[in-house]
């Protein structure tokens, strides 16, 4: 028999793809009026091109760098559309920190259309008292089924999507913010999002990180906005990608084999697919405002208690004892009997007491390393010895940083409380924004911190602060760790660098201990910088650049997660 030929895969081209690329080209592109729009609302050239893009394309990813005002030009958009199809309606989904900022952002550029965000309790229109849960969620969809602008977490696409969709008007035109969150299709999320738009002929997706890690997320991405884009993932993954097969059973007598993809091809003619319906500019793309950024690494040599600890950590020593310890205590708790021992801890247990624990959990393992970086009590509170990155942190804030509007990452919230007794002990007041906030607390202290009459000069944030919610008060930004990723990175520098902030440049430090896995990490950022100028275009200039010097990269052009390429460079 002979083989089988594929048949070409017939990219779809927009009719008016030629108007589009002028329009792109422009500089003196104008927009219809709207009585919906406020007078006060004036838009940069940049900003005009963009609303228009969106105005000719009912399904558009807009990847502009943060900071150049996504959500005005997806809102100005929407007004002018509602003028011309009066019972259209729009729905957001973002961030749960971002939910009153977009109502913000309706109120200052837009007038006479209603709006709502999503609350976690809710007076229903006649009832008496404020009710949760479900039951909030079904009150608000339907008191505010006529409402022109609907705003919602991510959260009820998980749990009831078509409720949501059958409380919206037939005309609607649905937005994705931060719609890089959807690069999981296996996630509840991802399935909730995708039977929502079962009849929805206008999607719209808003992000500055496309891709945070892996190609293949993009395409998940326009398989949920446009699905016609590209065909089948198998036939994605031949086009751009370069695969082998990996043995995941290396102890066992049977095993079995996956396909890996190592390193990405073709990304130049992956660009011209999707630009049509995909369109970016960088801060040096419209020369915009936006503040420089000047990356400063404060290198730090470690005290001897993390020294001992760092080193644990790679041997694997400190993760099987804490395993064990756990494994124990719910053992004890359980009264003996392993059964009530969930599973996972019981499988875990096993790998620590074959040797296998670091292969088999490399995330956890790579998190032992960064805690013991970080220092002893992130391990464990009850650990003694001193940490110099916190040393380096408390020198800064009292040193260059003094008086200043601050903001510190970490990627992890149970450090923060550490974090917050340097600022105590300085006498600094501090907010923070983490995962473990209520909504009005998130918003609350976003808004003390960005007061510039605030004597509030600290705001510390996990990955729940970084994307979405603005602190251009502040032009200095403090990693005590850094993100794994890229786009996590790209995302963090956005929250400070925005358009109308004061400052001429944004100083983001990076807290290194030498010989760890902060110094790892930074390498391998810059290697995934590159996949991503190959696969979308220009990154912010100024990250990872330090002193003028490029740093080196690890995986330029790897196609495996940043948990894997780290977990080889460390544990070899």
């Known amino acids: 028999m002979p083989p089988r030929i594929q048949k070409p895969h017939i990219y779809p081209i927009p009719s008016n793809y030629e108007l589009i690329k002028k329009v792109r080209a422009s500089k003196t592109a104008t927009l219809n009026e709207s009585?919906?729009?406020?007078?006060?609302?004036?838009?940069?050239?940049?900003?005009?091109?963009?609303?228009?893009?969106?105005?000719?394309?009912?399904?558009?990813?807009?990847?502009?760098?943060?900071?150049?005002?996504?959500?005005?030009?997806?809102?100005?958009?929407?007004?002018?559309?509602?003028?011309?199809?009066?019972?259209?309606?729009?729905?957001?989904?973002?961030?749960?920190?971002?939910?009153?900022?977009?109502?913000?952002?309706?109120?200052?550029?837009?007038?006479?259309?209603?709006y709502h965000v999503m609350k976690g309790s809710y007076k229903p229109k006649g009832g008496t008292r404020k009710i949760t849960g479900k039951d909030c969620r079904d009150a608000q969809c339907l008191d505010q089924k006529d409402t022109d602008i609907f705003i919602s977490g991510y959260y009820p696409l998980t749990i009831e999507p078509n409720h949501i969709r059958s409380s919206r008007g037939g005309n609607l035109m649905v937005v994705f913010d931060e719609v890089h969150l959807l690069k999981n299709n296996k996630s509840k999320t991802y399935v909730g999002a995708e039977e929502f738009l079962n009849d929805v002929s206008m999607v719209y997706g808003l992000t500055a990180t496309p891709i945070k890690n892996r190609l293949l997320e993009f395409y998940y991405v326009y398989?949920?906005?446009?699905?016609?884009?590209f065909p089948k993932v198998t036939w994605f993954k031949k086009e751009f990608c370069n695969e082998v097969l990996k043995n995941i059973t290396p102890y066992s007598p049977t095993p079995k084999f996956i396909s890996e993809i190592i390193s990405y091809k073709n990304l130049p003619r992956?660009?011209?697919?999707?630009?049509?319906?995909?369109?970016?500019?960088?801060?040096?793309?419209?020369?915009?405002?936006?503040?420089?950024?000047?990356?400063?690494?404060?290198?730090?040599?470690?005290?001897?208690?993390?020294?001992?600890?760092?080193?644990?950590?790679?041997?694997?020593?400190?993760?099987?004892?804490?395993?064990?310890?756990?494994?124990?205590?719910?053992?004890?708790?359980?009264?003996?009997?392993?059964?009530?021992?969930?599973d996972k801890i019981k499988e875990m247990y096993q790998d620590s007491l074959t040797g296998d624990f670091?292969?088999?959990?490399?995330?956890?393992?790579?998190?032992?390393?960064?805690?013991?970086?970080?220092?002893?009590?992130?391990?464990?509170?009850?650990?003694?010895?001193?940490?110099?990155?916190?040393?380096?942190?408390?020198?800064?804030?009292?040193?260059?940083?003094?008086?200043q509007k601050v903001v510190i990452y970490s990627r992890y919230n149970s450090g923060i409380p550490r974090l917050e007794k340097i600022a105590d002990k300085l006498g600094i007041k501090h907010v923070k924004v983490t995962g473990s906030e209520s909504d009005s607390n998130r918003t609350k202290a976003k808004n003390i911190f960005q007061d510039p009459d605030?004597?509030?000069?600290?705001?510390?944030?996990?990955?729940?602060?970084?994307?979405?919610?603005?602190?251009?008060?502040?032009?200095?930004?403090?990693?005590?760790?850094?993100?794994?990723?890229?786009?996590?990175?790209?995302?963090?520098?956005?929250?400070?660098?925005?358009?109308?902030s004061e400052h001429q440049f944004v100083l983001v430090y990076h807290l290194v201990e030498e010989g760890t896995i902060d110094e790892r990490v930074l390498f391998v950022l810059k290697g995934k910088k590159e996949l991503v100028e190959k696969a979308v275009g220009p990154q912010p200039k100024g990250l990872l650049c330090f002193d003028g010097i490029e740093l080196e990269s690890i995986g330029n052009n790897d196609g495996r997660s940043e948990v894997d390429i780290l977990f080889d460079d460390i544990f070899g």
Request: charged share 25%; net charge neutral.
């Open 223 to 229: 398989k949920l906005i446009m699905p016609q884009l």
């Open 270 to 342: 992956f660009r011209e697919i999707i630009d049509p319906y995909f369109f970016r500019r960088s801060a040096d793309d419209v020369g915009s405002e936006l503040p420089g950024i000047v990356s400063r690494r404060i290198m730090i040599a470690m005290s001897p208690s993390q020294e001992r600890l760092y080193s644990e950590a790679k041997k694997g020593i400190i993760q099987e004892r804490k395993v064990r310890q756990r494994y124990l205590e719910l053992l004890d708790k359980a009264g003996g009997n392993e059964s009530l021992v969930p």
């Open 454 to 500: 605030s004597d509030v000069k600290i705001i510390f944030i996990t990955d729940a602060g970084s994307a979405s919610i603005n602190l251009q008060v502040s032009g200095y930004l403090v990693l005590f760790d850094s993100p794994w990723t890229w786009g996590d990175l790209v995302q963090l520098v956005g929250r400070v660098r925005r358009l109308n």
């Open 358 to 403: 670091l292969k088999k959990h490399k995330t956890s393992s790579l998190v032992f390393c960064q805690l013991a970086s970080n220092g002893p009590q992130w391990l464990d509170p009850e650990e003694t010895g001193n940490s110099t990155k916190e040393d380096a942190l408390e020198d800064l804030l009292e040193g260059e940083l003094l008086d």
């Open 35 to 114: 009585k919906y729009i406020k007078p006060t609302t004036k838009l940069r050239y940049y900003q005009v091109v963009g609303t228009l893009n969106l105005l000719l394309l009912k399904y558009f990813i807009l990847g502009d760098e943060p900071g150049l005002g996504k959500t005005v030009q997806c809102l100005v958009a929407y007004a002018i559309l509602k003028t011309f199809q009066p019972d259209l309606q729009l729905i957001v989904f973002t961030t749960k920190s971002a939910k009153d900022q977009w109502g913000g952002e309706v109120d200052k550029f837009l007038q006479g259309l209603s």
